[in-house]
């Protein structure tokens, strides 16, 4: 229902504000200025036929028409003509009764007109419904002057026979003020909503433009590109999430930095009462079960060094670059072919990307590397679109249960199964691919394929 953007949502506002002021402003105009009752009182009244005896007393003492018309007002209207404009025929019992009253006016001020009389048109309209056809009228186009033409607006009608023989007419007229109203309030309304929309929409562009940046910054962060921090600007509110943001990501940033040292000062000490075991070890007598603690010991190390590279994960200190991800996936294919691997590749085009590229390729090895394990050989192709890359590898395998593969992605959890192949690995390869993978923003799915095997998807934003 309402415009997703901040900016038409503003303007929206502010149009919804103006046209109910308006039409409050308009309502009280109606409501004040309805003199439909005064008008009604001075047409039943004896209000115009007064103005006429006047008119008429004119005439008769040898005023001019010019004297005529400039007794004429904004509602009443006289004329002078050589024929009467109506005739007592069309006059109804109503006009007779009044007629009478009038010709009793003319009679005080001392003239006897046998044809003066009047008729009365149609009852006052109200003003309301007269405001609303107005409307209508500027809407498909009529002016002011067409709207009087095409309505009967014509009230009430006197004429008086001079004794010269010329008619002496009085027309009312059923119109109001209004139009003059409209012109000169919406003029005014129209163009304070102009400026008041371009306002808006600076106020507005200055809030959303420091938000968008936040979003943008927001969204690198989170597929693990590193990032300046975003100098705060547009309104207070919005500065202090900046400033919340940048405050966020420095401490991610010292996290990670704390969490490397400190791994890589445990690996660096572990690794010097290993190389003291190794040297008593030589001490033993028994020849299988000094071999047998000689490979614990290095197994023991290896597992150490593995911990410290998935801990420091090079990944981090690698910086962002642009590359081709097709080709490094393919060149990573071939290169495990040379070692014998059975893999297979398929992708078409080139598709440039920005991350670590050595951290992705270490990542892509790694699911590799276990479907060949785990199953066999390998297929791997690439599927991308404007937004997303999926990078399936399948294999031939037992595939994984649904319960297990969460697991499988923490460090050391390995299937009991492939603890008994005596693999050699230590389970931290789906762990290093993750995590890795998360970093950019991504994220890996897997899926047992319907005719057997393994099929991991690594899904990258790109
Ligand atoms: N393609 C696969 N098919 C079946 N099981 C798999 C597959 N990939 C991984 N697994 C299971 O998940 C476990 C964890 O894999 P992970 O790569 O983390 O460790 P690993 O291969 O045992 O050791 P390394 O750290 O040397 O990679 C494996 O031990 C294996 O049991
Ligand atoms: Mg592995």
């Known amino acids: 229902m309402l415009p997703k953007k901040l900016a038409s949502q503003m303007i929206l506002l502010v149009l919804i504000t103006l046209v109910i002021t308006v039409m409050l402003i308009f309502s009280v105009f109606v409501i004040e200025t309805n003199d439909n009752d005064v008008i009604a009182k001075k047409l039943n ?32 209207q006289f004329s002078i003509n050589d024929h009467p ?3 007592e025929s069309q006059m109804s019992a109503f ?51 067409d709207h009087m033409e095409n309505t009967q607006n014509i009230i009430l009608q006197l004429q008086v026979q001079l004794t010269d023989g010329r008619w002496v007419h009085l027309t009312i007229y059923d119109k109001t003020a209004f139009p003059v109203w409209i012109r000169s309030t919406f ?3 129209g163009l304070f909503s102009f400026i008041i929309i371009i306002f808006a929409v600076l106020i507005v562009r200055h809030i959303t433009r420091p938000l968008a940046e936040l979003a943008h910054k927001a969204d690198e962060l989170g597929k693990g590109h590193s990032i300046k921090t975003i100098e705060p600007t547009g309104p207070e509110d919005i500065q202090n999430a900046i400033i919340a943001f940048n405050a966020m990501h420095k401490r991610i940033l010292n996290v990670n930095d704390h969490r490397a040292k400190a791994l890589a000062a445990i690996s660096h000490d572990i690794r010097t009462p290993l190389t003291s075991m190794r040297l008593n070890a030589e001490y033993i007598g028994e020849k299988d079960v000094q071999q047998k603690i000689l490979d614990k010991i290095s197994e023991m190390e290896q597992i150490c060094e593995a911990t410290v590279t998935f801990a420091l994960r090079d990944s981090w200190a690698e910086k962002d670059k642009n590359f081709d991800l097709i080709s490094l996936i393919e060149s990573l294919c071939c290169d495990l072919n040379e070692q014998d691997l059975d893999v297979t590749f398929e992708a078409k085009g080139k598709l440039a990307f920005l991350g670590r590229p050595t951290a992705l390729k270490r990542a892509i090895n790694n699911l590799i590397r276990n479907g060949v394990e785990y199953g066999n050989r390998v297929d791997v192709y690439v599927k991308h679109t404007k937004e997303v890359v999926e990078i399936h590898i399948q294999d031939e395998g037992s595939g994984i249960k649904a319960e297990d593969r969460e697991r499988l992605f923490e460090p050391f959890e390995r299937t009991e199964e492939s603890r008994n192949r005596n693999s050699g690995g230590i389970g931290l390869g789906m762990a290093i691919a993750r995590s890795v993978i998360r970093s950019h923003g991504g994220e890996i799915e897997l899926n047992n394929r319907p005719e057997g095997g393994l099929d991991a998807v690594v899904i990258l934003p790109v």
């Open 187 to 189: 003029a005014p309304t």
């Open 85 to 87: 404009i109506f005739a």
């Open 45 to 76: 009244g004896p209000h115009y036929l007064k103005k006429m005896a006047s008119a008429v007393s004119v005439m008769e003492n040898g005023g001019g028409d010019n004297n005529l018309y400039a007794l004429n007002t904004y509602r009443a």
């Open 95 to 145: 006009d007779h009764k009044r007629s009478q009253e009038f010709r009793h006016e003319l009679h005080e001020l001392g003239g006897d007109f046998k044809h003066a009389i009047l008729r009365q048109l149609k009852p006052m309209e109200n003003q309301f419904l007269m405001i609303l056809g107005y409307f209508k009228d500027q809407i498909i186009g009529n002016t002011l002057e």
